[in-house]
């Protein structure tokens, strides 16, 4: 008989175990930063006057500081004002405050008037006009600025009134406007200047021709307060260039501003000084900061499992039977005959 034999048996298996999966770590995005943006800076306003006002019919065209009409529908939306002695001439030639504004409110009648009683308005009047009689601090207001500041239909009944008025910056929203004199040439030039903002009245006006880098052609108004006469750097070759410095002292340069020695001929000056409404430099939009994005977390991926094997069975043998001996008979002896004796 075979000894039972035992099925081999096989080791365990472990199942693969996949290296842990770390999630992609973004870098930290800081928001872009908007660079500072500095606002438009307007001459600061005059101190507080006072003094008296009156009123005339106006000058809408042919006044004194020769301009060709008062605007209506935009600033200084026909309000404007006649100005006498020093005030007229800023301290130097006559007309030499023309296009400076100013805010003026009324505080009463001047004198014994109980009739006449004030408006709780102020208005804003531009100098386009002289007021010879007037004194310093006589304001000749035009009619429809006069009536803005007293009393319901109380202009004729108040006729002189009492005023508070400071200087103010000027809210023309367009830009300068060059006007040039009948009769100009290469060798005589006289211009009108039209829509100052900011300050308003103009300190020094040069020109300069095409070609030369001096400004040696300068505009006074020598030949009275209506318009700006020319001297110097004659003749003149188009285009001529544009400098104005404002009574502020802020000067703004325009290039190829004149284009023509035609008379009555108006040209864009393309620029404008600030303290306009809304700001006034010429075709420029408003400052835009860049958009700010929100800070950008980084992505956060979903935890990874290991893949998991399924569980490896051992191999299984099958069974073995023992080797079977076939039966094994037992020897037989042949039969024994009795021995025979003879006979």
């Given at each position: 008989?075979?000894?039972?034999?035992?099925?081999?048996?096989?080791?365990?298996?472990?199942?693969?175990?996949?290296?842990?999966?770390?999630?992609?770590?973004?870098?930290?995005?800081?928001?872009?930063?908007?660079?500072?943006?500095?606002?438009?800076?307007?001459?600061?306003?005059?101190?507080?006057?006072?003094?008296?006002?009156?009123?005339?019919?106006g000058?809408?065209?042919?006044?004194?500081?020769?301009?060709?009409?008062?605007?209506?529908?935009?600033?200084?939306?026909?309000?404007?004002?006649?100005?006498?002695?020093?005030?007229?001439?800023?301290?130097?030639?006559?007309?030499?405050?023309?296009g400076?504004?100013?805010?003026?409110?009324?505080?009463?009648?001047?004198?014994?008037?109980?009739?006449?009683?004030?408006?709780?308005?102020?208005?804003?009047?531009?100098?386009?006009?002289?007021?010879?009689?007037?004194?310093?601090?006589?304001?000749?207001?035009?009619?429809?600025?006069?009536?803005?500041?007293?009393?319901?239909?109380?202009?004729?009944?108040?006729?002189?009134i009492?005023?508070?008025?400071?200087?103010?910056?000027?809210?023309?929203?367009?830009t300068?406007?060059?006007?040039?004199?009948?009769?100009?040439?290469?060798?005589?030039?006289?211009?009108?200047?039209?829509?100052?903002?900011?300050?308003?009245?103009?300190?020094?006006?040069?020109?300069?021709?095409?070609?030369?880098?001096?400004?040696?052609?300068?505009?006074?108004?020598?030949?009275?307060p209506?318009?700006?006469?020319?001297?110097?750097?004659?003749?003149?070759?188009?285009?001529?260039?544009?400098?104005?410095?404002?009574?502020?002292?802020?000067?703004?340069?325009?290039?190829?501003?004149?284009?023509?020695?035609?008379?009555?001929?108006?040209?864009?000056?393309?620029?404008?000084?600030?303290?306009?409404?809304?700001?006034?430099?010429?075709?420029?939009?408003?400052?835009?900061?860049?958009?700010?994005?929100?800070?950008?977390?980084?992505?956060?991926?979903p935890?990874?499992?290991?893949?998991?094997?399924?569980?490896?069975?051992?191999?299984?043998?099958?069974?073995?039977?023992?080797?079977?001996?076939?039966?094994?008979?037992?020897p037989?002896?042949?039969?024994?005959?009795?021995?025979?004796?003879?006979?």
């Amino acid at each position: 008989v075979s000894p039972p034999v035992s099925p081999p048996v096989s080791p365990p298996v472990s199942p693969p175990v996949s290296p842990p999966v770390s999630p992609p770590v973004s870098p930290p995005v800081s928001p872009p930063v908007s660079p500072p943006v500095s606002p438009p800076v307007s001459p600061p306003s005059s101190p507080l006057e006072t003094g008296v006002a009156t009123f005339y019919a106006g000058n809408d065209n042919g006044n004194a500081c020769g301009y060709a009409g008062v605007p209506k529908d935009s600033f200084p939306h026909g309000f404007y004002v006649a100005t006498g002695g020093d005030r007229f001439s800023n301290g130097g030639l006559r007309g030499m405050a023309c296009g400076a504004c100013y805010k003026v409110k009324c505080t009463g009648p001047d004198g014994n008037n109980p009739s006449c009683s004030c408006s709780s308005n102020s208005v804003v009047v531009q100098v386009v006009d002289e007021c010879p009689e007037c004194g310093r601090d006589h304001f000749d207001l035009n009619r429809p600025a006069f009536e803005r500041i007293v009393g319901p239909g109380l202009a004729s009944t108040c006729g002189r009134i009492r005023t508070e008025f400071e200087e103010v910056p000027c809210g023309f929203a367009g830009t300068i406007k060059i006007r040039s004199k009948g009769g100009v040439s290469a060798h005589w030039y006289g211009l009108h200047i039209d829509d100052v903002a900011g300050a308003g009245d103009i300190a020094v006006v040069k020109l300069r021709s095409s070609g030369t880098s001096s400004w040696s052609t300068v505009c006074t108004k020598e030949d009275g307060p209506s318009y700006w006469r020319c001297s110097g750097g004659y003749p003149l070759a188009l285009p001529l260039d544009v400098r104005l410095k404002d009574t502020a002292g802020a000067v703004l340069v325009s290039t190829g501003v004149i284009t023509t020695f035609q008379g009555g001929q108006e040209f864009d000056f393309g620029k404008n000084f600030a303290g306009g409404s809304p700001p006034v430099s010429p075709p420029v939009s408003p400052p835009v900061s860049p958009p700010v994005s929100p800070p950008v977390s980084p992505p956060v991926s979903p935890p990874v499992s290991p893949p998991v094997s399924p569980p490896v069975s051992p191999p299984v043998s099958p069974p073995v039977s023992p080797p079977v001996s076939p039966p094994v008979s037992p020897p037989v002896s042949p039969p024994v005959s009795p021995p025979v004796s003879p006979p």
